[in-house]
């Protein structure tokens, strides 16, 4: 997870839900219905999540530009994939999303819940609903899961006005998160990922999300280096914190997570921008025929 001050799913979302609005929800579409009160004129057009529009960024220490305008549009309860060929700038993506120090935004926009991201110190975005789990999660030592997890939920309680949660009721919530991502209770009392395994710190991280939870997940290649059961695992819980109000933004390298996950959209980063866009039909394009022919394209 990143770093900052913690992610939790808000509810400040519900002014910016539509009167009327198809929108995908996972797998499903639904059609929510307009007020009573107006005509087809007042049907007002879904309000994104997230939209970024032109997005270039650089990399700080030696200036070399690494996004090239990248676009984008997340709504409510669509679940996007980002694929593309090694380099082409999907970490260096979402991690300009979150606000690393790494990158600096050298133009374009980044919409969050109507509100310009790009003004946001990092925590903000944490606090106000973006969560992003990184290809390598990061150890905490010195601080126990179960410490870092009560704190970090409490801490965003507190932003949404919320009475803390007492040592029991934290830890009933956090039982009920650990069996919802298949964990022992005893990763708790461990410090942040010290000494986890690969697919531990994976599980980890989806773990986090389960108790914070978030309106726009990043999840960046949370299927590297899981086995066939903890891939499972962590894409049965994903599927459960999804719900027809947030959304999922994952980059991965293969097939069988978008099967479990099943993406309503699948987009090809290529040179630093999204080549293309379309359905799941769109990886087995890729199979088939290459990266190469998408960079032959742009
Ligand atoms: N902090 C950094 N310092 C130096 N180079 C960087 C940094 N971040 C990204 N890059 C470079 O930017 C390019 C894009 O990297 P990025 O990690 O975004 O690619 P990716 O599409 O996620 O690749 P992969 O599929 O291999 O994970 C690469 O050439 C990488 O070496």
Do not use: W
Request: glycine fraction near 8%; proline fraction near 5%; hydrophobic fraction near 40%.
């Amino acid at each position: 997870m990143f770093l900052s001050l913690p992610t939790i799913h808000s509810t400040s979302f519900l002014h910016l839900l539509p009167t009327t609005t198809s929108f995908s929800i996972n797998r499903r579409r639904y059609l929510t219905t307009a007020t009573a009160t107006g005509s087809d004129f007042d049907k007002t057009p879904p309000q994104p999540l997230l939209q970024v529009n032109d997005l270039k960024a650089k990399i700080v220490e030696n200036g070399v530009d690494i996004l090239h305008g990248v676009n984008l549009t997340v709504n409510h309860g669509e679940v996007h994939a980002i694929m593309g060929k090694n380099g082409s700038g999907k970490s260096t993506f979402a991690k300009v999303l979150v606000g690393h120090p790494d990158y600096e935004v050298t133009g374009g926009s980044v919409v969050f819940k109507g509100e310009n991201l790009l003004d946001m110190e990092p925590e903000e975005r944490s606090l106000a609903g973006l969560f992003m789990s990184f290809q390598s999660p990061v150890a905490i030592p010195g601080v126990s899961n179960d410490e870092f997890l009560v704190m970090a939920y409490n801490a965003r309680r507190r932003k949404l006005g919320l009475p803390e949660l007492g040592p029991l009721e934290c830890f009933s919530y956090l039982m009920e998160k650990l069996k919802l991502v298949n964990m022992k209770p005893d990763f708790l009392n461990r410090n942040v990922n010290e000494g986890f395994s690969g697919g531990e710190r994976k599980r980890n991280e989806i773990l986090q999300l389960a108790v914070l939870g978030a309106d726009l997940a990043i999840l960046d290649e949370i299927d590297s280096g899981l086995d066939v059961d903890a891939l499972r695992d962590v894409a049965n819980a994903v599927n459960q914190i999804l719900t027809p109000k947030n959304s999922l933004l994952m980059i991965t390298h293969y097939r069988r997570l978008l099967d479990l996950l099943n993406p309503t959209h699948v987009h090809i980063m290529d040179k630093g921008r999204i080549a293309r866009t379309g359905d799941k039909s769109l990886v087995a394009f890729i199979e088939d025929e290459g990266y190469e022919t998408v960079s032959a394209l742009t």
